[in-house]
């Protein structure tokens, strides 16, 4: 890949009672791009988490999402990058975003953590280097910060969901542009897009 990502992280919950939550979107994406590759995602306990590997525009690229809960999140990722010899800068984490829109995906590098936990302990695991890709996935906000624990482990409305769906299956795509053409390509495009 141009910008060699070697690790691309869906940041979720374990467990039946949390797949559909807001909080898994990262799940869902890697669940998506496993399915475009026709892969299978497998648990590996020793990387506390699901992994698959896929080739991109013939790069070969590492997919995990961690079976450790939101807030220990660094842990699967630390374990699976020191194996491989992954290097920060090599990762792309997809996570849930409070400050987009459902139906809107943006990609970005670095920057704090915005007071998400999974992104939190994976900063603090990697020596606390922020360096890492993100794409973040908007699920829109509650209106108030007393109400985002809630929102963030509910279930998005129908309408809602279909515009996450519709966002996911456009950053899916722009993995491919990513590889081949580079991270401003993707961006470009992916920025761009608005499910209705």
Known sequence: MSNDIRLIVGLANPGQEYSRTRHNAGAWFINELAKWHN????EEAKYFGYTARINVAGQDVRLLVPTTFMNLSGKSVAAIAKFYQ???????????????????????????HGGHNGLKDIISRMANSKEFFRLRIGIGHPGSKEKVTGYVLGKAQKIEQEQ????????????DILAKDGMVK????????KAQ
């Open 39 to 42: 892969t299978q995602l497998r």
């Open 164 to 175: 996450m769906d519709a966002a996911i299956d456009e950053a899916v795509r722009c993995i």
């Open 86 to 112: 992954i290097d920060v800068t090599e990762i792309l984490v997809v996570h849930d975003e409070l400050d987009l829109p459902p139906g809107v995906a943006k990609f970005k590098q670095g920057g704090s």
């Open 186 to 193: 993707a961006m470009s495009r992916l920025h761009t897009f």
